[in-house]
Nanobody, 127 residues
């Protein structure tokens, strides 16, 4: 089992920045590729970014590429998402998720295939 807890969400003006954190506990954190997803009201959960277990590989959705940066600190069992140049359309609940450590597709953009999820943190960007 892996327990995930997100933090760092809030209200920010367009053009501003936020850094989300995801604290993990349980099994060996570095074994898991980790992803960020988001879900806006009335919309399906969508992929934002994913990082490999070692942190050496990263992949982003086109909508956030160049603005968001995913990173991890395996010594601290923490995943991060730095969000710059935020736009009102980035408003959503943001979730971190752990993918299977046993291989599979890369990059994995399918929420249904992630094994563990946090409770989510709200990000609201005002215009």
């Amino acid at each position: 089992q892996v327990q995930l807890v997100e933090s760092g969400g809030g209200l920010v003006q367009a053009g501003g920045s936020l850094r989300l954190s995801c604290a993990a506990s349980g099994r060996t954190f570095s074994s898991f590729p980790m992803g960020w997803f988001r879900q806006a009201p009335g919309k399906e959960r969508e992929f934002v970014a994913v990082i490999s277990g070692s942190g050496s590989n990263r992949y982003y959705a086109d909508s956030v590429k160049g603005r968001f940066t995913i990173s991890r600190d395996n010594a601290e069992n923490t995943l991060y998402l730095l969000m710059n140049s935020l736009k009102p359309e980035d408003t959503a609940v943001y979730y971190c998720a752990a993918d299977s450590p046993y291989g599979g597709r890369w990059p994995n953009r399918l929420a249904a295939e992630y094994d563990y999820w946090g409770q989510g943190t709200q990000v609201t960007v005002s215009s």
